[in-house]
């Protein structure tokens, strides 16, 4: 039995983007929780495109919830 491995990539760049893997699951269920608690202080629509944008925008829909679309939520509901 032969090592499979591909010469050309090394196993770093393996090892790297299996970590960026993870790290962005993680990042998008964590944005999916906060979502979901902030989800009574959003209308109906606003909590369905915030889903749709973490879900279908990988890196940057949590970053932006996370960054945006909370603080919105927090002033919005303080007024």
Excluded: C, F, K
């Amino acid at each position: 039995m032969s090592d499979e491995h591909n010469p050309l990539i090394p196993v770093g760049y393996d090892i790297v983007w299996s970590i960026v893997t993870v790290l962005v699951i993680a990042l998008t269920v964590v944005a999916l929780v906060t979502l979901a608690r902030s989800a009574r202080r959003l209308t109906t629509a606003q909590a369905l495109i915030w889903n749709l944008v973490v879900l279908l925008v990988p890196l940057l829909g949590p970053v932006a919830w996370l960054t945006i679309g909370r603080r919105a939520v927090r002033v919005n509901s303080t007024t």
